[in-house]
């Protein structure tokens, strides 16, 4: 049987946390001549207004009209160049997110689950302080536990013209399945992006991924190969967890997807028709074993962080 390298997860050295940092997709037989069907158009989050809850002086603005579709929108027009969100999930958990991009509406994943959720957004003052800017608690019940997976965030910023979300409607016009087109993004990904050490080595607090810029440069991260791909697969229907954890005592950032017929697909990459078996794209995309060693066999994940 072909050999399909199926990448369901980006690793790869890293410098802290910086540094690495609908329903379900169906899976078909790879029948001869079939096709999978392609979405003209990706699925984007909006903030419609319904529902909102404002700082006094109207420059911050929550927007949690959606968040049965797993997700609130952010919008921000006062003076600080940056912004910290953190999202209590019902575990108790908080999940921190930097915001730096003003006067245009941002989103947020709830990765939770359904419960209690509580929002901070924290603006920063001129002498490098925070305070907290809008604090609201709310209840979230999901439509779908995939929901949150199938939409653009802060951490995957993407919209129908984003050039990522263009390739993988090509791909996919050129895919007979979902683990067909699995592999296809997979191998565009790795052989047309390199990862940039230099970049690793310099890579500023608060780091968040451009898809535009890593195709156009040809260069990133692991953050950057997980962005790119997880953009990919969620404009064309494909829940995808972007992950942030450990692989062993290593901070990295990788992906699992969700295929309806074998359900979450984590750690474990490559398919062979027969069996599963662990493939580390990073060092595909490097062409060099540098990294393994460093790496170790890859067996050790742990997730910190869903995105």
Known sequence: ????????????????????????????????????????????????????????????????????????????TGESDLL???????SGEVYPYPMVAKDSWKAFPLTGGDGHYIINVMEQTASGNYFIGLSYELDVTLNDEFRPYMYPNQYVDYDAD?????????????????????TNVYNYVTEGIDYDLAKASNLPVNYIPDIEETLETGKGICFDFASVMTSMLRS??????????????????????????????????????????????????????????????????????HY
């Not at 999978?36 to 420059?59: H, I, M, N, Q, W």
């Open 84 to 90: 910290q969100v953190g999202i209590t999930i019902p």
């Open 162 to 182: 984003t050039e990522s979300v263009t390739i993988g409607k090509e791909l996919s016009g050129e895919s007979a399945d979902d683990i067909d087109y699995i």
């Open 1 to 76: 049987m072909k050999k399909l390298s199926v990448l369901l997860l980006i690793t790869c050295m890293v410098f802290g946390l910086a540094g690495c940092g609908g329903g379900g997709g169906s899976s078909s037989s790879s029948d001869p001549g079939t096709v999978r069907e392609t979405l003209a158009e990706p699925v984007l989050p909006e903030a419609s207004g319904e529902a909102t809850y404002s700082k006094d002086d109207g420059t911050l603005t929550l927007d949690y009209s959606h968040t049965d579709e797993g997700y609130v929108m952010i919008k921000y």
């Open 236 to 305: 064309q229907g494909i829940p995808t967890r972007l992950e942030v954890g450990y692989a062993g005592t290593v901070y990295h950032a990788w992906i699992s997807v969700y295929l309806e017929s074998i359900g979450w697909v984590e750690n474990i990459i490559e398919f062979d028709g027969t069996d599963w078996t662990l493939v580390d794209p990073t060092l595909g995309s490097s062409g060099s074993a540098a990294y393994e060693d460093y790496m170790g066999s890859g067996e050790e994940y742990n997730v910190k962080y």
